[in-house]
Each structure stands twice: as C-alpha cells, then as structure tokens.
C-alpha cells in the first residue's frame, strides 16, 4: 500500500504558514522561476527523511518548521521537522480521520525511525537488496526517494539513473525490487578482501598446524595400529578396574568391619574405665568404715579404761580431783553415754559398711565384663586390621602391570588418534579454505521476466500521449535502470528528451509496482520536466515536436490521470485555462498584485513589490 501527500506547510513564529495542498491524484504547482517551486521539491525531499541540508530563499526568513502530511489507508501521518535539520517528528491519526462531530481525531505519537516507516508503508519492509556485490542490506528510505522524486538537474542529466558513489548499486538494487517485486536476499554474495585476507591467515595456520602434526605421527604408525593398541591397553585398564572394584569392595566391607568394632572398643573401654573408676571409690570408701569403725574402737577402750581408774588426788599438789575437771563428768553415767554414742556409731558404718559390699561386688563384675569386652574387642580389631594389610598385600601381587605405564600408554595412543583424526579434518579445512581464497566471479543477472516490457509499454503510451507519436517501442533495460526508446538509449537523446523521457519510466515504474502489488512510496514527484524541452537555446536537435504541442499534450495527460499512484508536477511552462481548470492547478504569479505571488506569503518588508512578470526563463535550479 502507498502513501499519498496532502499539504506541505512552513510556519514562523508571528508569520503567515506557506501552504500546499494536493490533489489525491494529479497537482500541478505552475509558475516562473524564482517562486519557489524548486523549493517545494526539496521540502518534500527534506520531510521524506533527506538530509541535505535547505537552503531557503530569501522569503523563507523568519520560518523555522516544515509539516508534511500524507495517508496510507484510512491514517493520516505529519512529518514535522525543523528547517535547519535534525531529527523528525512523526505524528498519526490512529483511528479513522474524523469522528462523528467532523473533528479530527487526536495524533499520536509515532516511536518508529522516519526511514523506517516509510519502508514498511511503502511495502518494502523485510526486503534485502545488494550495497555491493560483497553485502546486502534493508531497503532505506533513499531508495524510495530516488525513484519516486526527480529533480530539475536530475532529469537531464546525462549521469546513469543509479546515480553515483556508494549507494548506486544499492539503487540498482531496489529499482529491480520496484520492478519485478523481488529483492535480493537470495543472490550469492562475494566475499570480501578482508573475508579473503582473513581465510588466507587461516589457511597458513591450517597448514603450519598440520605439518606440526605430521612431524608428530612417527612414520611407521598408522591410525589403525594405534587404534588396536589402544584397545589393549583399554583391555588392561578395565581388567585393572575390575579388580579394583572387586578389592575396594572387599576393602569396603572390612573397613566397616573394623570401624564397628573400634566404634565397640572404644565403648567397652570406656565402661571398663568406669567400672575401674567406681571400684577403686567404693574400695576407698570400705577402707573409710574400716578406718572409722578401727578408731571408734579405740575410742571406746580409752573410756572403758578411764572407768576402771581409781579417783586419786594431784600427786604434785595434793588437790582432789573434782577441783580439777567438771564434776558432771565425773559421774558415772557420763562415760557410759559416750561409750553408747560410739557404739550406735559403729553400728551405723558397719551398716554402710555392709550395704557397700554388694555394690562393690556390682562393679567388680562390671570390670570383670568390661575387660573381657575389651580383650575381645582388641583382638577381633587387630585380626582384622591383619586381613585388610594382607588384601592389600596381594592386591600388589595380583596387577601385573603398572598402572602408571598402562595410563602413559593410553595418553599416547590417544594423542595418536586425536592426530590422525585432526590431520583428516585439517586437510578438509584447507580444501575449504584454498577454495575460499578465490573467488569465482560471476555475472548478476536478476530475473525481472516481462515486467521490464509491461513498463515499456506503459512508458510508451504515455509518451505518444505526450506527443512524441513516432515512437515505436519503448524497452526497459534492468541493468541500467533505464529505457530504450527504438532501440537508442534514453542518455544518448538531447536534454529536453532525456528529460520528459525519465519522467514517463518513474511514473510507469510507479504504475506497474502499485497494480502488481510491489513495493512503491506511491507517489512522484516531478521537478520542471517541460522546461529542457521548451528551453530555446539549447544544444538539444531533438526536437521534432514542437514545445506548445508537448506543453498541452502533457498538461492534458496529467488532467485525465486517474492512477495508480499520484503525480506531483512543478513546472515552468504555461498551461491553457481550460488544462488549469481540468487540473485545479495552484498558479505562482510573481506578482503581488494578483494572484498568489508564489509559495511564501507576500511580505513587502522583504523586497520593493515587482510589477507583473513576464514569465522569465532563466533556469529555476536554486
């Protein structure tokens, strides 16, 4: 689907807009030279994502913005951008143009590039065309523009369609896209000198790597013999595995063996320790009654002996006893009580005493177990720590080979097979990369089938309705991007012809991309196509039609145009009234005095009014 452009406006703070509008079909902008119809192409060029910059006239002082706006479908989009360039505003009408109170819906805000947008409204988006022959890339917005807008200078010049420099080829490219409706994705590209330079670098390393490999491989071996070595080795290694497993099992179960029995000698002992332990304190504590019942017994014969003394005087000074001590303790019944003292004493250790033994006897057949628990214990760990050393022991005997020399051997027989298998795959990537330094260099021929006639004859009705009858056949030729006219190429025609016949391939290339659903911006935009043509000094001997002939044959084509597409023509040359009322056409004066004076508004402050203008013909390229 293409777009179609409504109005171009510039607006200034304080100033009336210079405005545009179009027709959704045909516009004709007429008028001298110096009113601003150049200005108009490369606004559009401008707003269409160009980005050279403008160089206004004199009347564009003051203005600082430019808006364009253009449909594709039921939305309409502005293009809003500064003159003095930078990034454009890209705003839309989402939903339908106008609710039900005739007020337009609100714009939006487009996120996407200018460029981008204008690819993927014209169709284009996904398409792969050729920069060169060595890179492909998207479809840009210069491409759209360099087939749908044609410059004054343009058209007659004498350059190829393509243009020139870096983005020629890519416009090769997307002509044959516009054309044929197919784009380049599937074309081989070449490769690169840098791609070449860098397989090159590789091929010498492939090499170096594989004369490396070669001195390696001793000269006598081959990979099966390595191979079959390998083997037995492996052989060996699984029978040494095997064992391994079969011993570590054996290994597994006495080490659990033995870590339950030091677990249960590590138990026995410490209740033998405590046994040992309670024995030795409930031995003492014996020893303690023994001890106290030995003294109370002493205790007791002392008194006994103290009873059976008879009271005698001091033998130093003659004085009675009972002067000397408590005379309670003389009486009788004192002693008496301290010998049933000591005696209900030794009654009760000698209870203890007696309540001691059994649990001394407990503990002694405690440490009695326990000992022959440890005994038992030790015995059965130091048997087994001997059938763990023997397992062992013969573990040593039973290999046969060292595992360390079945290991070197494996290192190295593998090394020999990753060598041979790697000098297979190295001579297969020199192959490669000897056949990647070259480069078959082939011609590129893009199939456009019969759609380079169809706009052949599109273009040359077109011309024998703008006058030019004589012409018998128009073909397109792909690879110059241009047409044949009775077999004559279009470049080989003077300025004038060369002109009005690039004018009629854009509008029929435009045509014949849009009825066949092709990628197409949808629109052209033509720059003074008439005016070579009609020009009266010129080295152009071409032309046998007269100009008015050409003028109003144009004019009256443009009239009756109904697309596909739209046409947008700024041009110098008069047109008849009756053409004028046919094509609404807006007319530039250069007067102030009637009429519009031209694409800005009038603004006497600028300039001293002219008087009327009699249609200069100085060329109209700013």
């Known amino acids: ?45 401008f707003l269409l994502g160009g980005t050279a910059t403008l160089d206004p006239p004199p009347e564009a002082q003051g203005y600082d913005s430019l808006e364009l706006a253009f449909l594709h479908g039921e ?27 005739g007020a337009p819906n609100p714009l939006e805000e487009v996120e996407q590039d200018l460029g981008e947008l204008l690819v993927r409204l014209s169709g284009a988006a996904g398409k792969q065309v050729l920069r060169n022959r060595s890179e492909k890339g998207s479809v840009t917005g210069d491409d759209l523009r360099h087939w749908a807008l044609l410059s004054q200078p343009g058209m007659i010049s004498e ?20 054309l044929s409706g197919l784009d380049d994705s599937a074309v081989e590209l070449y490769k690169t000198t840098s791609q070449k330079d860098q397989a090159k670098g590789r091929l010498a390393a492939a090499e170096a790597e594989l004369a490396r490999l070669r001195g390696v491989i001793p000269a006598d071996t081959d990979r099966a ?31 659990q063996q033995i870590f339950a029995e030091g677990d249960a000698l590590t138990t026995a002992t410490t ?86 033994q059994p649990s001394l006897a407990q503990e002694q057949t405690r440490l009695a177990t326990a000992e022959t628990d440890v005994q038992r214990l030790t015995a059965s760990l130091k048997a087994l720590e001997e059938q763990e050393t023997a397992v062992l022991r013969s573990a040593s005997l039973e290999f046969d080979s060292d595992p360390r020399d079945l290991a070197e051997s494996h290192t190295r027989f593998s090394s020999l097979i990753d060598a041979f298998d790697e000098t297979v795959r190295l001579t297969g990537e020199i192959a490669r990369l ?113 100009t008015a002939t050409v003028n109003t044959s144009f004019y009256a084509w443009l009239s009756r145009f109904q697309g596909p597409g739209q046409i947008v023509v700024l ?24 009429g519009r004076q031209g694409f800005y508004p009038p603004r006497p402050i600028i300039a001293p009014p002219p008087g009327p203008s009699a249609g200069a013909e100085s060329d109209d390229l700013p």
């Open 434 to 546: 000897k056949e990647a330094t070259k480069q078959k260099q082939t011609a590129l021929v893009r199939n456009v089938g019969q759609h380079g006639d169809e706009v052949g004859v599109i273009a040359r009705q077109m011309l024998n309705d703008w006058g030019f009858t004589s012409i018998q056949s128009v073909h397109v030729d792909p690879k110059a991007c241009d047409l044949l006219i009775d077999g004559r190429r279009r470049l080989s025609y003077g300025a004038g012809k060369r002109g009005l016949f690039l004018s009629a391939m854009t509008i029929a290339l435009m045509q014949h991309a849009l009825k066949n659903g092709h990628p197409h911006l949808g629109v052209v935009v033509l720059d003074s196509p008439l005016k070579a043509y009609a020009q009266k000094e010129t080295p152009d001997n071409d032309r046998e039609i007269p």
């Open 159 to 178: 350059d190829a369609t393509k243009g020139k420099g870096h983005g020629s080829d890519k416009h090769v490219s997307s002509y044959s896209l516009f």
């Open 271 to 356: 209740r033998l320790a405590n046994a040992t332990s309670m024995r030795e304190r409930f031995t003492l504590l014996d020893l303690k009654y023994a001890s106290d019942l030995a003294r109370l017994g002493a205790t007791d014969e002392g008194i006994a002996f103290f009873q059976a003394l008879a009271e005698t005087p001091c033998p130093l000074c003659g004085t009675p006893v009972e002067q000397h001590v408590d005379p309670g303790n003389l009486k009788p019944k004192a002693p008496t009580k301290y010998r049933d003292a000591i005696a209900a004493e030794a009654e009760k250790i000698r209870v203890l005493r007696r309540g001691l």
């Open 75 to 101: 939305h309409e989009y502005l293009v809003r951008k500064a003159m003095s360039g930078g990034a454009a505003r890209v705003l839309v009408r989402l939903d339908d143009l106008w609710v039900a109170d």
């Open 225 to 255: 013999s390595a191979a079959a070595a390998l083997a037995q080795v492996d052989e060996r290694l699984d029978m040494f595995a095997t064992q391994l497993q079969a011993r570590s099992s054996v290994l597994r179960e006495l080490r």
């Open 571 to 594: 041009e110098n040359e008069a047109v008849d009234p009756v053409a004028a009322r046919a094509l609404n056409a807006i007319e530039f004066t250069d007067d102030y005095t009637r």
């Open 1 to 45: 689907m293409a777009i179609t452009l409504r109005h171009l406006s510039v607006h200034g703070p304080g100033l009336l807009p210079a405005k545009v509008v179009f027709d959704g079909r045909r516009t004709l902008i007429r008028g001298p030279s110096d009113t601003g119809k150049s200005h108009i192409w490369k606004c559009i060029w």
